[in-house]
């Protein structure tokens, strides 16, 4: 069964560095997703992304944080300047266009660590 | 604005049922998701309810009153490997289908 993954699974950086963590959506889906989790917290939404754009983000995303679909396989979202408290799990989900439904499938998650 | 609340912890036993209740409110609505996440692991879909009624799908099933904002996770036969968190997520109606979580009820199955 065709899966999110997303690399990679630990990602620890030092405070003001810059990360990218990487993801490849399932591949017939048409929107995708990032999401954190904040240790012992919820799932928070970041961002949403559909024909090439940015559909939607919330006041988390901030100008620290970009997303790129780089070559039609790739979904990326890149920190600049790395912050303590970005310390989290990043989720990437996609989903199918709409006939497909709107489930979104989720990765396995990256566990970023800023120390 | 978003709100989703559900209880924090339940506890219950093997073979029994349990009912994770969640209520929100939310300023769109398309839909209600129920995923189980177990610790340090990606969510899994469990079951999406858009209309009023019940939803069943093998031991879970899963409720919702668009009127009181209300919904309910049942889990039938308990087994232990049911302990885990079960989140409650609303889909938004902007068209992108963004999901707004509640915190999530940690399930403890106990033998």
């Known amino acids: 069964e065709p899966e999110v993954t997303q690399t990679p699974s630990h990602q620890v950086t030092q405070m003001g560095q810059e990360v990218i963590l990487r993801c490849v959506p399932i591949s017939n889906h048409l929107y995708f997703y990032w999401y954190r989790q904040i240790l012992g917290q919820k799932v928070e939404f970041l961002v949403s992304f559909y024909n090439n754009e940015i559909s939607e983000k919330s006041e988390i995303f901030d100008d620290q944080f970009s997303v790129e679909r780089p070559d039609g396989s790739n979904f990326t979202l890149k920190i600049r300047s790395t912050k303590l408290e970005d310390s989290a799990m990043y989720f990437c989900?996609?989903?199918?266009?709409?006939?497909?439904?709107?489930?979104?499938?989720f990765g396995p998650g990256t566990r970023l660590t800023v120390t | 604005g978003q709100n989703i609340d559900q209880p924090t912890e339940m506890t219950a036993t093997e073979g029994a049922i349990v009912q994770i209740n969640c209520t929100y409110q939310?300023?769109?609505?398309?839909?209600l998701f129920w995923y189980q996440q177990h610790a340090g692991e990606a969510p899994t879909f469990l079951s999406y309810?858009?209309?009023?009624g019940l939803e069943e799908k093998g031991r879970f099933s899963s409720f919702l009153s668009r009127s009181k904002g209300y919904s309910y996770l049942l889990l039938k036969e308990l087994q232990m490997k049911d302990s885990a968190s079960y989140l409650c997520?609303?889909?938004?109606?902007?068209?992108?289908?963004?999901?707004?979580f509640g915190k999530g009820t940690m399930l403890l199955v106990s033998p």
């Open positions: 309810n858009v209309l009023d």
């Open positions: 989900a996609s989903r199918p266009g709409l006939a497909g439904g709107y489930e979104q499938y």
């Open positions: 997520a609303v889909l938004g109606d902007s068209g992108y289908s963004t999901l707004t």
């Open positions: 939310t300023s769109g609505f398309n839909g």
